[in-house]
């Protein structure tokens, strides 16, 4: 039996209860409006585990029904589950804990049908808010019937809150020229997200930078004026730069007003009463248009004077607040001027995660939501094991430092290559650590996740994803810095010299592993749902991507050392004598330069047809986005191939 997140108690019993063809879900007299969705979701998954349908009714059940009621002696999170010869009863302290108690049931309905074992389970979270964070700015913003599994897929695992990180891509009324070139979300996508998400137990928090990270607004003609550094406008884009640069200048009161308007509007769409303003990583403070007030005041107070601004203007208008923590750990003494309501959301994303800027947090008196990471961004695939251990170490000092909530981020960072499907996993694992304090190991956490979310009989799926990034040698991250490095004159030999130690063995090995991988995934292929299917077309094209790579890569190395013997080596010619280096060798290299310029060209040709592909499933689930931007890396490295 699998059930993920792992109740607290479980007591099976011998004994197995048949549905009957007759049975019905019977919705108790006193059960809080909204019941009628969750019974829905059960009557769904009934349908579809057994093939007939269970109808809905309210009023008393009767022998072999499914009761769904209210109990007032239950606390608010907490729910109890019983299945016994007489039928399946349910009762939860609210609606919310019945929801949690229906997701239960749903996945014991997945793996046995209408023969449901006897047994008893009582069961609530430990942490009241457990959520999931998702990069809708950074190259992929997900269509609204996405969003909206993605919110199903939460909800079956007890996950209660979602927040969208938004810089530019909403569609401000007023403000065109920020969107103009984007495929943002509108406000009718939202309210309807909103409602979706509401009616299914999670609440959407509201999202958008503030402070930094605005690097398309603060490169718009109209309000690069506002940007801490000068001449933000009209530079060529950097998937670097537009995460390093591009915060507002804090001196200038205009600033505050821009963000309030936006702040204004942004907020209305959500039933939320809190709002994330995000004001992280503000690199460029007091280094331009601040400088003078920096070095007056100090870089912490502009900040701290900044924030509280945006805090009280929330406050004002019946929100909490919550920002990341990054900036004010530097100096958490000013954290005690912040108004109380404040949450304080403290990230780290390592598989060594200490626990140092919590506890710095922690004893500085702040409300507190611990936020781990998923750890896909600059990945074709996440890296699963990385954030298996650091989901599970940040749930951990949450309970340690009393947090009152997990945020499990997926951000996407250049571009947000990787598929949402492979976050999936890891999103599984915060909902299972911010759960219950459980044990599990990251196999067999993987081998239940395989079998409860994909139909994987094998029980194979998410393992293999797990070891898809450790093929990686060239990776995404390292072509696009040196495209971005090399359009700004800098060489890219830095880059280069990482990969030289080991020469073409490690490209040509971890090929040969990612070959085994792909031949693994069709395997486990053949045992999966039907509906689950398309994760291994999603898987293969990742694979490809990878493998490209690293043959782009395995080809820069090889050409590289071949100018590096050109210009040092001494060889002995006929007649006794020696030649240069240059003059032996450059003979060889004349030879040669036909051949790489084929193999180049083929190359290159390669990394277009995988772009094709990329192209297609990008497009199935997400809007253009940044799609064209991932393009032009591809593009720049098949001209210099073909050169």
């Not at 280094?287 to 601004?309: I, M, P, W």
Request: charged share 25%; proline share 3%; glycine share 10%.
């Amino acid at each position: 039996m699998i059930l993920l997140p792992l109740p607290k108690w479980v007591k099976r019993e011998s004994g197995n209860f048949v549905l009957g063809l007759d049975a019905m879900i019977v919705i108790g007299q006193s059960c809080p409006e909204g019941i009628s969705v969750y019974a829905g979701m059960l009557r769904e998954e009934i349908a579809a585990c057994t093939g007939f349908e269970t109808e809905v009714t309210r009023g008393r059940a009767k022998r072999g029904d499914i009761l769904l009621d209210f109990d007032g002696t239950l606390r608010a999170e907490q729910y109890r589950l019983e299945i016994g010869a007489a039928g399946v009863v349910l009762h939860g302290g609210s609606l919310h804990s019945l929801g949690y108690g229906v997701q239960t049931l749903r996945q014991l309905v997945r793996q046995y049908a209408g023969l449901l074992p006897f047994l008893r389970i009582e069961d609530e979270p430990d942490f009241e808010a457990r959520g999931f964070f998702h990069d809708v700015t950074r190259g992929r913003v997900q269509t609204l019937p996405n969003l909206k599994k993605l919110a199903d897929i939460m909800a079956f695992y007890k996950l209660n809150q979602l927040q969208l990180y938004i810089e530019h891509t909403y569609l401000f009324r007023d403000m065109p020229e920020l969107w103009r070139d984007e495929t943002p979300l509108t406000s009718g996508e939202i309210l309807e997200l909103d409602e979706y998400c509401h009616m299914r137990g999670i609440e959407l928090v509201p999202c958008l930078a503030s402070f930094g990270h605005l690097y398309k607004l603060l490169s718009t003609r109209t309000y690069e004026r506002l940007c801490e550094l000068e001449g933000s406008a009209g530079q060529e884009f950097s998937f670097w730069d537009r995460m390093a640069h591009h915060t507002l200048n804090p001196v200038d009161p205009k600033s505050a007003e821009l963000i309030y308007d936006m702040i204004g509007e942004f907020m209305q769409l959500f039933r939320s009463d809190k709002f994330n303003i995000c004001a992280d990583e503000t690199f460029d403070l007091g280094t331009g248009r601040s400088r003078e007030a920096a070095e007056k005041q100090g870089k912490e107070q502009l900040y701290a004077d900044f924030v509280s601004g945006l805090f009280d203007y929330l406050i004002g208008h019946g929100k909490t607040p919550m920002f990341w923590g990054d900036i004010i750990c530097g100096s958490p003494e000013r954290l005690k001027a912040f108004p109380k309501e404040v949450i304080c959301l403290a990230w780290g994303y390592s598989e060594q995660q200490q626990d140092t800027e919590i506890q710095t947090l922690h004893e500085a008196g702040t409300k507190l939501y611990v936020c781990p990471g998923t750890r896909g961004w600059n990945h074709w695939v996440n890296q699963l094991r990385h954030s298996y251990e650091n989901i599970r170490r940040m749930c951990g000092y949450g309970r340690k430092y009393g947090a009152v909530g997990v945020l499990n981020t997926d951000w996407g960072d250049y571009g947000h290559i990787n598929h949402p499907v492979f976050s999936v996993p890891a999103m599984i694992y915060g909902a299972v650590f911010s759960w219950g304090n459980v044990r599990i190991d990251f196999d067999e956490l993987n081998r239940q996740i395989s079998i409860l979310e994909f139909g994987d009989a094998s029980g194979s799926l998410a393992g293999c994803l797990a070891r898809v990034s450790d093929t990686a040698v060239f990776g995404w991250e390292d072509a696009v810095i040196m495209k971005e490095w090399a359009q700004k004159g800098r060489d890219a030999e830095e880059i280069l010299q990482k990969f030289r130690v080991g020469g073409e063995g490690p490209f040509e090995q971890a090929n040969r592993r990612a070959e085994e991988l792909l031949a693994e995934l069709y395997r486990a292929g053949r045992q999966l749902d039907f509906r689950s299917r398309p994760v291994i077309a999603c898987a293969a094209v990742a694979l490809k991507a990878i493998s490209v790579w690293n043959e782009v890569g395995k080809f820069y190395v090889k050409i590289g050392e071949a100018a590096c013997r050109r210009a040092v080596n001494v060889r002995t010619v006929p007649g006794g004598g020696h030649a240069s280096g240059e003059a032996a060798e450059g003979g060889i290299l004349q030879d040669k330069a036909g051949t790489w310029k084929k193999d180049g060209a083929l190359l290159a040709d390669e990394l277009e047809r995988c772009l094709c592909h990329f192209k297609t499933y990008w497009r199935q689930n997400s809007k253009e986005g940044d799609l064209s931007k991932i393009s032009e890396v591809f593009f720049w490295h098949a001209d210099l191939l073909r050169s």
